[in-house]
């Protein structure tokens, strides 16, 4: 009996083992196909959206303040490990959305999928004219103040102080000094050692010569290097020695020094890349170039202190004033932006701007592009939103970025006069050769 159970169970096992496999057969034939191919249409998990996340932490920490210590951690250090640990989570999960922080920006149009609003960023060289794009901003800017020398080495050499030398604050050091040697000159034009200025000074070293453009200033208002001995050493060493012409002319002196404590650094202007478009219905639309969207060394070393900051804003609840300034932060992160205003007859007036300008910036703009620029108007953001010109925001603290859609309209009191005189304003509100120049939103 106890032979026939033993023979029962050893069939029971075997039937139940699953299909048979030939000792010929691959090893990894051994799954089931039907289990195979569950596994081969697995998707990976998704990680949860910024949104989610958020929400789960605060109310996470939420909730722990409100439970007894036995249910759980309360402190903030223990709910900050814990947020910590979930977001290094979410950075390795393939297929998990990017963080708040992250350097990714929002996802640029193709090229040649579709046309593109402006074709990119680009600036106006002040000294020539010239249309540069932000790759050739620098070397453009250069490169005419080298030429400028032929023409006047005393205004070149003093925009290349202020331009070329990036640290302010060691700049103005430098032309103090400069200005304090020519002030001396000037208080003592009897003395000879005011005259001189020894190029291995301590002084001059720290302060002038290691800022570029100093050497050319002295050479073009009258300095020559010269070898003079020198007091208690048999070698001699090497002065900026001023020349009896540029002594004999005082007024020069006083007037390079006002000249170059006035000067500021050559910048690129914005071009405004002024547009006409016909009445559209992609107004609203926008595909936008990288250049809107790419940051400098500068703002990625700022996304990135911004990112450590993330496990701080996520374990703890936060104010509403905290909520703003986080959202300002983020508006912060767009260096341009490119606008669009519909007027009265429907057609687009659009231009570019930077992210930090003025209202007022953009209420000259318009104003230029209009027949009669002396009537007031106003400006009308999405969802109503007023915008005022005496009002000193920047555009993208009332959310113009990274592009945005305005209407126009006269004011209301200019509407009133006109129509109790028995005349209504024209549609048509753009100078004549904007309208010539007028084209198709694609």
């Keep these: 009996m106890k032979k026939f159970f033993q023979e029962i169970k050893a069939d029971i096992k075997f039937k139940s083992a699953g299909p048979g496999q030939k000792l010929t057969d691959p090893v990894g034939e051994k799954a089931p196909r039907e289990k195979r191919d569950q596994l081969a249409v697995r998707q990976p998990r998704q990680g949860p959206t910024d949104e989610v996340q958020m929400a789960a932490a605060a109310a996470l920490a939420r909730l722990e303040q409100k439970q007894p210590k036995a249910r759980g951690p309360t402190s903030q250090d223990a709910i900050r490990n814990l947020v910590r640990k ?19 920006m929002p996802e640029v149009q193709e090229e040649g999928s579709g046309p593109l609003a402006v074709p990119g960023v680009f600036f106006t060289c002040p000294l020539t004219g010239a249309t540069l794009s932000r790759e050739q901003r620098e070397a453009g800017i250069r ?3 080298v030429s400028h020398f032929s ?25 103090d000094t400069i200005a ?3 002030d001396n000159i000037h208080l003592h034009p009897e003395e000879e050692k005011y ?11 720290e302060r002038i010569n290691c800022l ?9 208002i009258g300095f020559q290097k010269k070898l003079l001995p020198v007091p208690d050493q048999e070698a001699q060493e090497e002065f900026y020695v001023l020349s009896e012409a540029a002594l004999a002319q005082p007024q020069s002196l006083e007037r390079h020094k006002a000249q170059l404590l006035a000067a500021e650094p050559v910048r690129a202007t914005l071009h405004r890349q002024r547009r006409v478009f016909r009445p559209s219905p992609l107004a609203s639309q926008f595909d936008l170039p990288a250049d809107f969207f ?6 990625i070393k700022r996304e990135q202190k911004l990112r450590s900051d993330a496990v701080e804003r996520l374990s703890m609840l936060r104010t509403k004033a905290m909520r703003e300034k986080e959202e300002q932060r983020e508006l912060r992160k767009y260096t341009f932006t490119l606008l669009r205003v519909r007027l009265p007859d429907g057609c687009l007036l659009q231009g570019t701007f930077y992210a930090r300008e003025r209202l007022a910036a953009l209420f000259a703009f318009v104003r230029e592009a209009l027949e009669n620029d002396w009537l007031p108007f106003e400006l009308l953001a999405s969802g109503g939103q007023k915008l005022s010109e005496e009002e000193n925001l920047a555009l993208n603290e009332c959310g113009l970025v990274p592009s945005a859609l305005l209407t126009f309209s006269w004011d209301p009191a200019v509407l009133e006069d006109l129509r109790a005189a028995g005349a209504e304003p024209q549609a048509s509100v753009l100078k004549a050769e904007l309208l010539a120049s007028m084209e198709r939103l694609l």
């Excluded at 979930?86 to 990714?104: F, K, R, Y």
């Design 294 to 299: 790419n940051l400098t060394a500068e703002e």
């Design 180 to 182: 304090k040697y020519l």
């Design 195 to 205: 005259r001189k200025i020894k190029l291995h000074n301590k002084v001059f070293q």
């Design 212 to 220: 570029e453009g100093t050497h050319e200033f002295f050479e073009a």
């Design 86 to 104: 979930e977001l290094q989570a979410e950075v390795t999960l393939p297929g998990s959305p990017e963080t708040p922080g992250s350097n990714t």
């Design 151 to 175: 023409t006047d080495p005393v205004a070149a050499s003093i925009m290349k102080i202020h331009t070329f030398n990036k640290d302010r604050e060691r700049v103005k050091l430098g032309v």
């Design 143 to 145: 490169e005419a103040i």
